[in-house]
């Protein structure tokens, strides 16, 4: 079975502040993670992706997420929070071996960067 | 994303009533997807289409019937909205390709049904 866990409903930073919003996965096979970012009235909008190569993944808005197989983590980072990163984002994952091709999400970190 | 579009944004109806919620994109893609999003419980699938001719239920199918109309245009009915089909519905694209699994959203229909 594939899941997605983000332990964390809410994370609040300050701004200038360095972020993290967490993510583990469940997966049967090597995993394809992706990071998704919704803001208010607006649908998904894609962040980053892991699909093969450096564990280190950099992204849109200064965002980068750290693959760690032996955790089964993709947590997501960004060393100096903005007020306008306050959003809803969302961990996803497809195993790699999968014909179906569909994503697994996690149930969302609402994430507060407050002046 | 303007390259996926959803109509209607928004839709109050009432239970019992049969609505039809559409989604069309210029992406080209192959795969399409409708997806309910309720406050904390995230993304959930409720049909996905790999080509016209290949449709499958998700996680959530119950209620639900989609139609594939071309390979641009994928459609939601809800045959008989109830309450609990209260929620913001997003249709979503993605490329076949391994490499370009990245899927691509609708802005959403907000649906409110009394």
């Known amino acids: 079975a594939q899941s997605v866990a983000q332990p964390e409903d809410q994370v609040n930073v300050a701004e200038g502040n360095p972020l993290t919003v967490k993510c583990t996965y469940s997966?049967?096979?090597?995993?394809?993670l992706f990071w998704y970012v919704q803001y208010p009235n607006r649908g998904l909008q894609f962040l980053l992706k892991?699909?093969?190569?450096?564990?280190l993944v950099k992204g849109s808005y200064g965002f980068e997420a750290e693959f760690n197989k032996s955790q089964t983590s993709f947590h997501l980072k960004k060393p100096s929070a903005l007020v306008s990163d306050s959003a809803l984002y969302f961990c996803a994952v497809r195993d790699r071996g999968s014909t179906l091709g569909r994503l697994y999400f996690g149930r969302g970190t609402q994430l507060t960067v407050w002046p | 994303d303007a390259d996926v579009t959803q109509t209607p944004r928004n839709r109050i109806t009432k239970t019992g009533k049969r609505i039809m919620l559409e989604c069309s994109q210029t992406?080209?893609?192959?795969?399409m997807y409708w997806y309910r999003q309720d406050p904390g419980l995230g993304l959930r699938l409720i049909y996905y289409?790999?080509?016209?001719?290949?449709?499958n239920k998700g996680e959530i199918s119950d209620g639900y019937s989609v139609s594939r109309q071309a390979q641009a245009k994928f459609s939601l009915s809800l045959e008989s909205a109830i309450p609990n089909q209260t929620a913001l519905y997003f249709c979503a694209t993605s490329d076949p390709r391994p490499d370009q699994e990245t899927q691509y959203f609708g802005p959403g229909t907000r649906l409110l049904v009394l």
């Open positions: 892991y699909i093969t190569g450096d564990n």
């Open positions: 992406k080209g893609h192959d795969r």
């Open positions: 997966v049967s096979g090597n995993p394809y």
């Open positions: 289409s790999f080509d016209v001719k290949d449709i």
